[in-house]
């Protein structure tokens, strides 16, 4: 058990509907990240919050969005689905995020199919 | 856009060999990671590199950062069932972390008993 912990487990949804993924992260950890991971694509980071604020951005589609709350969990959310967005979603999270080299500890993930 | 170039894709292999797999790329890391995925969780970090040319060791895997900082390997002597997984390299650019981690599409590892 990594200490973060990801809701829903799975998800199921249609084409066009809009989802909201839900990471809280370690106890004393600042920095939340989101990645896809795909049988294609593999593990892509999308983006990365550290203490409310956006730090680093990756491959994240316009109709996606996150935030990191005060508290300091955070939500992914993923609109006009499409079939291709089916994958899994992990969060992951580590204490202060610096240059990368800060270790992450990744939740069990979201798997979402879109049908 | 950096890229990681894992190899072998899938490998399977009877408990009590030696297996090495690789970590590839054309640009230059400030550091490089390895994590190991099992069915139904996330990666699981094994070890972070960050000097040229040096090597780690975690019991039974050694873990080396090449020279250049281009490429990564990781060995494991006597395999056992228990390494079974997916294993994944990911980079940090000299971005500073603006960019992310950039991973590789990762090695299927099947150790028989």
């Known amino acids: 058990d990594s200490g973060v912990t990801q809701t829903p487990k799975h998800l199921i949804t249609a084409t066009g509907q809009r989802v909201t993924l839900r990471c809280s992260p370690r106890?004393?950890?600042?920095?939340v990240y989101w990645y896809q991971q795909s049988l294609d694509q593999g593990l892509q980071f999308l983006i990365q919050y550290y203490n409310g604020e956006e730090r680093a951005k990756g491959n994240i589609l316009e109709r996606f969005s996150a935030q990191q709350f005060p508290d300091l969990h955070s939500e992914l959310n993923l609109s006009s689905l499409e079939l291709g967005d089916s994958a899994l979603y992990f969060c992951a999270s580590s204490v202060d995020g610096a240059g990368m080299t800060d270790t992450q500890y990744f939740g069990p993930g979201t798997r979402l199919t879109v049908l | 856009t950096q890229l990681l170039e894992q190899s072998p894709q899938f490998l399977s292999i009877q408990e009590g060999e030696n297996l090495t797999v690789y970590c590839n790329s054309s640009s230059v890391f400030s550091s490089l990671q390895w994590y190991r995925q099992e069915p139904g969780e996330g990666p699981v970090l094994l070890v972070t590199v960050v000097t040229g040319g040096e090597v780690k060791k975690l019991k039974r895997l050694t873990f080396q950062f090449g020279d250049a900082r281009k490429d990564s390997s990781l060995h494991i002597t006597a395999a056992q069932p228990g390494d079974t997984g997916l294993y994944l390299c990911?980079?940090?650019?000299?971005?500073?972390?603006?960019?992310?981690?950039?991973f590789g599409k990762g090695t299927h590892l099947i150790i028989q008993p």
């Open positions: 990911a980079g940090a650019g000299l971005g500073g972390g603006a960019d992310g981690l950039t």
């Open positions: 106890s004393g950890d600042l920095s």
